[in-house]
């Protein structure tokens, strides 16, 4: 870089993949998902609901990529890749993954499930990026709001436990759909949601076909944000029933 004092911006990108399916899993849809992300043109992808296996699907679909999902998404476009597992099952598991153009460092995969339901995990990746480390935390978060509440918690507690200052940036499915999460995030923690400091509110990213309810975020501390976007054109409706969203982070 020119100066040591340069801005140094990258896009981020976020969205439920919804285990490669159309809604009610009526259709395999990954590479047309693929050729959609790539689109985007992000630095970092950051997705939830990604298959690491699955033996059936494997046997009986066609199309069914020989690698994981996240590696097919990756493809040669991101070099760098990690994956959090969190629901495990007799015929596979899935998770949070990390795709990234800049080395990934070291990976974390917090486990923040509820006992006795559903398992969440945070995937917290350490980024290097040309001139400084970037903390990129991908969440899915529970379905009962009581369950987000300790999550949330969690997450809190994981961010104020990292370096003073180093850039962080929070993205995925948080289900809050009664925008809870917003207060003890920047109260707690310092992260700041990206829509929220643009428009007020979070953006409507579900159902993604008219999209209601303000489920997936992107938060930032000690980083600027610009140009926060949700992704419902016509060309995503198909591919995830959360719309994707995107922002330019500046550091």
């Known amino acids: 870089m020119a100066e040591s004092n340069a801005q140094f911006s990258l896009r981020i990108l976020t969205i439920n993949t919804h285990k490669g399916f159309t809604a009610f899993n009526r259709r395999f849809i990954l590479p047309e ?3 959609a992300v790539r689109s985007v043109g992000a630095d970092i992808v950051c997705l939830q609901e990604v298959l690491g296996a699955h033996d059936i699907h494997a046997l009986h679909i066609e199309g069914w990529p020989q690698t994981t999902h996240y590696e097919f998404l990756a493809d040669r476009m991101w070099e760098d890749y990690a994956y959090g597992r969190n629901a495990v099952y007799p015929e596979g598991h899935h998770g949070n993954a990390v795709l990234s153009r800049f080395p990934i460092q ?3 995969n917090l486990d923040v499930s509820i006992a006795g339901h559903e398992k969440r995990g945070l995937l917290h ?3 290097a990026l040309p001139s400084q480390q970037l903390h990129v935390i991908c969440v899915h978060l529970g ?3 009581r369950h987000r509440t300790a999550q ?3 997450l809190a507690r994981h961010v104020n436990a990292l370096a003073a200052g ?3 940036v929070v993205a995925g499915d948080f289900n809050d759909w009664r925008q809870r999460a917003n207060y003890p995030l920047r109260s707690l923690a310092g992260l700041d949601e990206v829509f929220t400091r643009a428009h007020g509110r ?3 990213t579900f159902p993604v076909n008219f999209p209601v309810l303000r489920l997936d975020r992107i938060y930032v501390k000690n980083a600027a944000a610009s140009h926060p976007e949700a992704l419902t054109l016509r060309d995503w409706r198909h591919l995830s029933d959360h719309a994707p969203l995107a922002v330019e982070i500046h550091l």
């Open 125 to 127: 990746c350490t980024v």
């Open 152 to 154: 949330i918690a969690m």
């Open 33 to 35: 998902l693929r050729e």
């Open 106 to 108: 070291h990976v974390d």
């Open 166 to 168: 180093e850039p962080v």
């Open 143 to 145: 379905l009962q709001e």
């Open 202 to 204: 979070p953006a409507r």
